[in-house]
């Protein structure tokens, strides 16, 4: 299976400050990114959709201006959480997928953000 | 909309005893749907899928067959090992157009003891 890596897998920040988190695909290009939120015994929630050179599309109910996605490459995306609260303390998964008719989607093993 | 409902865990189960993890859906059209696994620090990897009805995804000793008629996916396999220990979820993605988003259930925790 293809390999997906997310850095950091954990960081703790304090409320107030911005936190960027990478997502990577190692062995293939991904022209879509997902990035979901989890939060504990809870679903996986889609945040936003991206494609390669263009904004994302959130989902409604995410604060675009607070979670910055950037997805400037085929291989790297970044979810960036400005001015973090303690409510925002989830764990963050991205999953790429690369465009072809019958392709699978992929998953990072996810970061867990703690604000304090 | 469209949702999952998974069983709530977590389930306990000796090694070699049979496993059924209940998934029902909500949505309209025909859905594919899916079973995804998560190791303890690992991604979330696709276990099996079945894009229509009376579909049987199988991978590893794990089944699942699409019903329609009850709009379900139930997991099942016959004699779990300690390595099968994982978080398993359940999902759909919606038939037609470029959406390929994917609906997840809450995640069901399976723990195997020798």
């Known amino acids: 299976g293809a390999v997906v890596s997310q850095h950091p897998s954990w960081v703790i920040c304090k409320s107030g400050t911005s936190v960027k988190i990478e997502c990577r695909s190692l062995?293939?290009?991904?022209?879509?990114m997902f990035w979901y939120r989890q939060f504990p015994k809870q679903s996986l929630m889609l945040m936003a959709t991206?494609?390669?050179?263009?904004?994302?599309?959130?989902e409604q109910g995410v604060e675009k201006d607070k979670f910055l996605i950037n997805h400037a490459s085929l291989t790297l995306s970044t979810l960036t959480v400005t001015s973090a609260h303690p409510e925002d303390s989830s764990f963050y998964i991205c999953s790429p997928r690369l465009e072809t008719s019958t392709s699978e989607q992929y998953f990072g093993p996810g970061t867990r953000l703690t604000v304090t | 909309g469209n949702s999952v409902t998974q069983m709530e865990g977590p389930v306990t189960l000796s090694e070699e005893a049979f496993l059924t993890i209940n998934c029902t859906y909500t949505?309209?059209?025909?859905?594919?749907l899916f079973w995804y696994v998560q190791y303890p620090g690992e991604g979330l990897q696709l276990l099996l899928k079945a894009t229509k009805a009376d579909d049987k995804g199988s991978n590893k000793g794990f089944e699942a067959t699409y019903r329609k008629e009850t709009t379900s996916f139930h997991l099942e396999k016959g004699s779990v090992q300690v390595s099968d220990s994982a978080v398993y979820f359940c999902a759909l993605r919606k038939s037609g157009g470029s959406n390929y988003k994917l609906t997840f259930g809450k995640g069901t925790l399976l723990t195997v003891n020798p």
């Open positions: 949505a309209t059209g025909y859905p594919s």
């Open positions: 062995d293939f290009q991904a022209t879509t």
């Open positions: 991206s494609n390669e050179g263009s904004k994302a599309t959130y």
